[in-house]
């Protein structure tokens, strides 16, 4: 059902970043709307790995995605926030102070300022180009995200992919499946280091068996079950690996939908902010996050928070012109009633 919100800032995506905007716009006093095409929130955290452990969010040596997610909700609970999910913003007018969105269902948000946090934009995974993948998608016996390990309990898991998705869940699933191979062209991964050589170490203990310099070539089963991953060589030499399930880690495709036709400055599908305030090149526009860059951008959660803060200060004196802002530690202040 279609709504009428006015607020004073609208939260385009509802991932980590785009949750700790409420909490940073809250702590002054500024109210906000969260809106995302995903029908929960957490973006990819949520939405691909939710199970898979994250180390460098500060004073926590490991938390899983998902419970990430738990503790921003719980950060976020003393802010009202509307959240309009599973819905796409279509279309984006007004100026500085004055804005309207309008959603896929309807909805219209007023808004004064407004923060694109939208991560990957529209993400999809890129599929090898494989006979009858989907058949074998349908049923499961190809998987792009891991949601529960437990699914994978006793079977036979072929990882394909050089990255840190692929290192990650050959590591993660350890003790879970009932064997794992990994599949790579080639012997270096475009992994973290120490996680790299962690994997090194695990096959070394016969826990990960390493397929190298191996692709994926075919799959074989029957009516969507999978009974062998087919891999070929650069030689064009063909391998046979028994497997119930292949999980694919080529990455996503990035697509940001509407967001590309709203006249703002992109760069390589990415959105142009001013590193000091994360405004893009449409006052009172900001963007925080993956979909955001500048000069020395680092891809990482913990940065996307600090742009949060930047933004919601920048935020300020739009929504409320004239007024001092004095900048205060949450120790001091706390969290406002």
């Known amino acids: ?73 719980a950060q976020i609970a003393p802010f009202p ?35 694109l946090a939208a991560g990957a934009g529209a993400f999809g995974p890129n599929r090898p180009p494989l006979e009858g993948l989907a058949a074998y998608e349908a049923s499961g016996a190809v998987q792009y995200y891991v949601r529960r390990r437990e699914d994978l309990r006793g079977k ?23 064997s794992i191979q990994v599949v790579h062209r080639r012997a270096k991964f475009r992994a973290a280091p120490e996680s790299a050589n962690q994997l090194d170490a695990a096959a070394a203990r016969g826990e990960v068996e390493m397929v190298i310099p191996y692709q994926l070539h075919a799959l074989r089963g ?58 893009t090149s449409v006052p009172g526009v900001f963007a925080i996050g993956d979909v955001a860059t500048y000069a020395g951008k680092l891809k990482l959660i913990l940065q996307g928070f600090s742009e949060a803060a930047m933004a919601a200060h920048a935020i300020h004196p739009i929504v409320r012109p004239g007024e ?3 900048f205060e530690y949450s120790t001091s202040k706390g969290v406002p009633g």
């Open 1 to 73: 059902m279609s709504e009428i919100i006015e607020t004073d800032v609208a939260i385009v995506g509802a991932g980590p970043v785009g949750l700790f905007a409420v909490f940073e716009l809250g702590m002054l006093k500024l109210n906000s709307v969260l809106i995302d095409a995903l029908s929960e929130v957490g973006g990819q955290c949520t939405a691909l790995y939710p199970e898979k452990p994250i180390y460098d969010i500060p004073g926590h040596p490991a938390i899983e995605a998902g419970e990430l997610i738990g503790r921003l909700e």
């Open 81 to 115: 926030a509307p959240r309009l999910l599973g819905r796409r913003v279509e279309k984006l007018s007004g100026t500085s102070g004055d804005f309207t969105l309008e959603t896929d269902h309807g909805d219209i948000v007023r808004a004064k300022a407004v923060i």
């Open 156 to 178: 036979r898991v072929v990882i394909a992919g050089g990255g840190d998705s692929a290192v990650d869940w050959a590591l993660a699933l350890r003790g879970i499946a009932a």
């Open 222 to 279: 029957a009516n969507g079950e999978l009974e062998a991953v087919e891999v070929a060589d650069l030689d064009g030499g063909v391998r046979a690996l028994e497997a119930d399930v292949l999980l694919p880690f080529f990455g996503l495709s990035m697509d940001l939908g509407p967001i590309a036709s709203w006249g703002l400055a992109l760069e390589r599908h990415h959105l142009s902010v001013a590193p000091a305030t994360c405004e």
């Open 324 to 326: 001092a802002l004095h």
